[in-house]
């Protein structure tokens, strides 16, 4: 087989993995999902999958790195948002709605969120991002600080998420003490938080939220993105 052949087998067999572990993640949680079960469920054998990946947590990885960037920009263009504080807030909140939705999501992000490969994908994909929304109300830190901040507001996330909502502790007091208590962190003037939670909270997140998982999983079942590669 020619070496583009072989690439091309090798990508092939990585969607096929994705694609079986997004099913069985979102049906059975990270934890009780194995490799040979992805790898069965992608009608492939288990030497197929660690081909593919060095390991679960490698494949997790690659499904951050797709779903990541990708919820953001639907959250941008569901909610046609300019301003980059609002739009981190519900961006924020929607990863709280969607992890509320059903357990295996809720487990699959605090996994995210905890794994050492994911997690830090995600603080170094947030610290930029973050400079740039924040950076006004804090103009002496540089990137790192941000990366620094992020371990901690990630952290916050994590924790939020981990919490079931009830009776008691509902989405709105979720999304109100978690939006505070990181808009605070970056220095957001109390009156502007005030607003953005205000704002947040008559919006329809968890219209949105599902919206975004339904896209995520026809994606995952069309392959994700076309691969540019086999294009050419």
Do not use: W
């Amino acid at each position: 087989m020619s070496p583009r052949g072989k690439q091309l087998n090798g990508l092939l067999t990585q969607q096929k993995m994705l694609r079986a572990a997004v099913a069985l993640f979102l049906e059975s949680g990270y934890e009780k999902t194995t490799t040979a079960k992805i790898a069965k469920a992608a009608g492939m054998t288990q030497s197929s999958f660690f081909r593919a990946f060095a390991s679960k947590e490698a494949l997790l990885l690659e499904l951050v790195r797709r779903m990541f960037g990708g919820q953001f920009a639907l959250a941008e263009q569901h909610s046609g948002i300019e301003d980059p504080v609002l739009l981190y807030a519900v961006e924020t909140s929607l990863q709280l709605h969607i992890a509320e939705l059903t357990e295996p999501l809720r487990e699959l992000y605090v996994v995210g969120y905890s794994l050492p490969t994911t997690s830090a994908y995600i603080y170094q994909s947030m610290a930029g991002r973050l400079q740039s929304i924040f950076g006004k109300y804090m103009p002496d830190l540089e990137l790192k600080d941000f990366y620094e901040m992020e371990i901690a507001s990630a952290s916050i996330m994590r924790g939020f998420m981990a919490m079931p909502c009830d009776v008691y502790f509902t989405m709105e007091a979720k999304i109100s003490r978690f939006l505070e208590c990181s808009l605070k962190l970056y220095d957001v003037p109390q009156e502007q938080r005030k607003g953005v939670i205000a704002a947040v909270l008559q919006m329809d997140l968890r219209r949105m939220a599902e919206g975004i998982i339904q896209k995520t999983v026809a994606q995952a079942e069309e392959g994700f993105a076309a691969l540019p590669a086999l294009k050419k």
